[in-house]
């Protein structure tokens, strides 16, 4: 009524409804007064403009705003009463739809969900009742999906499972994306208790059979249950890592469910890039990094992005597929310059590298050795000649006229060591690539040392610096016997345009070169390089023993020649301490040389 106006005041603390039916309530007890006899708020119950009201009049507004108050305290009552019935209603549904779960996932076969928050793992249940097929799929699937999963790379008809007697058996679909147990399957697969199966790109489950399970416990079957993280390295056929390759295993784990969301963006909005993983080692090979390589079809080039910078850029693809879904087509006009799916031509990128051992460095050797630039698929760019020779401190190289020879590198703790190393030259380049240059960090260097920058298939860096450590320490010693000195090739990349004509879309490209198996490969093999290396090292130093041999032998010989029946000890020494402790073969020839010589000058 227009005489009638309510003013609702919600406090802190209180709900609209209770506050409601509170003031009602005070209103009706003010009202109940003024019936009474009490003072007559005639503003309550008249309107500015009316004129005064009769005792009549008053009485009967005042017995209808009582009923028109208690009628709606009672509907709000009322309806709260059913919205309170209805919530507890619901948890009690709640209750027994757990309960319920509960039961069946004891005795039926499931899937559960594997999370990377470990909080979250087992939060989605998808059961498999028997004598029926299950269709998985996205909601587009016609007819209707059973199991319906929504993500990067789940098909309209992606799958289907069947519970036949107790034994789940999985029929993929045509072209859909399946890993069981970190292998790409096709076709029918039975899934086993325990399994683990990825959907796309992102759906991790794992299997659950309670019936397979009492039956292996019967049998005494241990089950290992996977988290989301083993599965995911499972997935990048990692196997049992070192402990000391950790680290790396959970970098490849984030990685993994990344980069498939990444790349199905990538067919999505028909980017024509392609991304993987790339294994590649940091300068002192102490460790493996994991990296993403950037693959566009469109000019043929590749770049390395390490994982931080990857994961920025996928910040920004999520924003631009998500305005494609909202069919916002801003994210087709957005400048090349800020696409998280492009880079710059001219950008420097690590084309491939080497590994020499340097294990010859510490028994004074030098080393020269051409060796093959891979990059992280294992391909060769060329060979690259990397020299080192021990030196003295001007900077003379030392050579077998010195006679100097270490048998044991510890005797050179405490020693002042100078050493040059060379990069000559580089050759069989690729014409794609310009612009190249060397780079390397040795022992504790916290800059990169780089040599000239030059274009062409065979450039000539002429490069040369010496190096010294003074003193030796052991530091030093352990960083040339176990470590490797790593020299990177960087350049820039020549676009090469892809053919006229060729309308594949990026999902068709990738499907042409996909490689369902495809694990993350090393940037190159090191540990074959430092073999070869550590022969070549080995034979020198052998070479050096036998010089010794030779010359021990020279010094019987003429005494033989000269009918003497004496050596002379300083002689002897003089071969033997070329620099600082005796060697065993050298001393086993001189034990040779006492059976024909019967005394020895002292």
């Keep these: 009524k227009q005489w009638y106006q309510r003013r609702v005041a919600i406090t802190a603390g209180e709900s609209p409804t209770d506050k409601l039916i509170r003031e009602l309530r005070e209103e009706n007890e003010k009202l109940k007064k003024m019936l009474e006899g009490g003072a007559i708020d005639k503003s309550m119950i008249k309107d500015d403009d009316e004129d005064d009201l009769s005792e009549e009049e008053i009485q009967a507004r005042l017995k209808a705003l009582m ?46 969900n594997l999370n990377e928050d470990e909080q979250l793992c087992g939060m989605v249940v998808h059961f498999f009742g028997e004598a029926k097929e299950y269709k998985i799929g996205s909601k587009d699937g016609e007819p209707a999906n059973d199991i319906v999963l929504s993500g990067l790379e789940i ?3 992606h799958a289907i499972v069947n519970n036949s007697s107790g034994k789940l058996v999985l029929l993929v679909g045509e072209g859909a994306k399946v890993y069981v147990n970190g292998e790409y399957v096709t076709g029918k697969i039975e899934l086993m208790h325990s399994d683990r199966v990825l959907f796309g790109a992102n759906n991790l489950f794992t299997v659950i059979n309670p019936a397979e399970e009492a039956a292996g416990a019967k049998a005494g079957i241990e089950y290992h249950y996977f988290t989301y993280y083993d599965a995911m390295a499972e997935i990048q056929n990692l196997g049992d890592q070192d402990k000391s390759e950790s680290l790396l295993q959970e970098d490849l784990a984030e990685l993994a469910p990344m980069i498939g969301e990444v790349n199905a963006m990538s067919c999505a909005l028909d980017k024509k890039v392609k991304f993987e993983i790339a294994v590649v080692p940091d300068p002192n090979l102490k460790r493996k990094t994991a990296m993403v390589s950037m693959f566009s079809y469109l000019t043929s080039c590749t770049y390395l992005l390490p994982r931080e910078e990857f994961i920025s850029r996928k910040y920004k693809m999520e924003e631009m597929y998500q305005q494609f879904i909202n069919e916002d087509e801003s994210w087709s006009s957005i400048d090349p310059k800020e696409d998280p799916f492009t880079e710059e031509e001219s950008k420097e990128t690590r084309l491939g590298t080497i590994a020499t051992s340097l294990k010859s460095l510490g028994y004074l050797i030098e080393q020269e050795q051409t060796l093959a630039i891979t990059n992280y698929q294992g391909a060769s760019l060329g060979e690259l000649r990397v020299e080192y020779y021990p030196c003295k401190e001007n900077g003379t190289i030392i050579t077998e006229d010195d006679d100097i020879f270490v048998d044991d590198p510890d005797h ?63 530091q030093f010693v352990r960083y040339m016997e176990g470590g490797s000195l790593v020299v990177e090739v960087w350049g820039t990349q020549i676009p090469v345009p892809m053919k006229q004509g060729d309308s594949r879309t990026t999902k068709q490209l990738m499907a042409a070169n996909f490689n369902p198996n495809q694990t993350p490969k090393l940037l190159m093999d090191p540990e074959k390089q430092m073999i070869l290396t550590e022969l070549e090292s080995a034979k020198k130093r052998a070479d050096k023993q036998q010089n010794k041999l030779v010359k021990i032998q020279q010094l019987i010989d003429n005494a033989k020649d000269s009918n003497a029946t004496t ?4 002689q002897l020494q003089e071969i033997l301490n070329s620099n600082t402790a005796s060697m065993g073969i050298a001393v086993a020839g001189l034990l040779a040389a006492l059976k024909l010589n019967k005394n020895i000058k002292k």
């Design 412 to 474: 050179l703790v405490g020693q002042p060591l100078h050493f040059q190393l060379k990069i000559p030259y580089a050759r069989g380049i690729s014409k794609r690539f310009e612009k190249i240059f060397c780079r390397y960090k040795f022992f504790l260097d916290n800059e990169y040392t780089t040599t000239a920058t030059l274009t062409g298939a065979n450039p000539d860096f002429k490069f040369s610096k010496q190096h010294s450590c003074t003193p030796v320490t052991d």
């Design 567 to 570: 050596i002379s000890v300083e």
């Design 155 to 157: 098909d309209p008809s």
């Design 67 to 112: 009923e028109e108050n208690e009628a709606e305290k009672s509907n709000i009552e009322q309806e709260w009463k059913s919205k309170l019935e209805a919530a507890q209603k619901a948890i009690q549904d709640m209750e027994a739809e757990k309960n319920r779960k509960s039961e069946m996932m004891k005795s039926v076969p499931h899937l559960k």
